[in-house]
């Protein structure tokens, strides 16, 4: 099991950016997608972002494309998501997945059907 920390949250205005981190503790063999996920208040988890490393692949919802971007650092284990323009509706629990076994929108929610390990997330907030 990969165990992954998220950081980089907080209290930002709209129009803002943040930079949210993902400190994991390795890769599993032959699994390479990684990605971010959130949760906003009586909303279900939806996946946000992903990234195929093998490939370089990537998947954005439709919410955050143009906005957000994935990138890692697999030298450090660590994976990134700048979010750029952010707006209110973008608050929410962000949490990171480390084992994703594709990426698209359909393997983020399949990811987010059957997992039941995910890390403390971290709160972002975007005031109007």
């Known amino acids: 099991e990969v165990q992954v920390v998220e950081s980089g949250g907080g209290l930002v205005q709209a129009g803002g950016s943040l930079r949210l981190s993902c400190a994991h503790s390795?890769?599993?063999?032959?699994?390479?997608?990684i990605g971010w996920f959130r949760q906003a208040p009586g909303r279900e988890r939806e996946g946000v972002s992903c990234l195929d490393e093998s490939n370089g692949r990537t998947y954005y919802s439709d919410s955050v494309k143009g906005r957000f971007t994935i990138s890692s650092d697999d030298a450090k284990n660590i994976f990134y998501l700048q979010m750029n323009s952010l707006r209110p509706e973008d608050t929410a629990v962000y949490y990171c997945?480390?084992?994703?076994?594709?990426?698209?929108?359909?393997?983020?929610?399949?990811?987010?059907?059957?997992?039941?390990?995910w890390g403390q997330g971290t709160q972002v907030t975007v005031s109007s």
């Open positions: 390795g890769r599993l063999f032959d699994v390479d997608a």
């Open positions: 997945a480390a084992d994703l076994p594709y990426c698209s929108g359909h393997g983020m929610n399949a990811y987010r059907n059957e997992n039941d390990h």
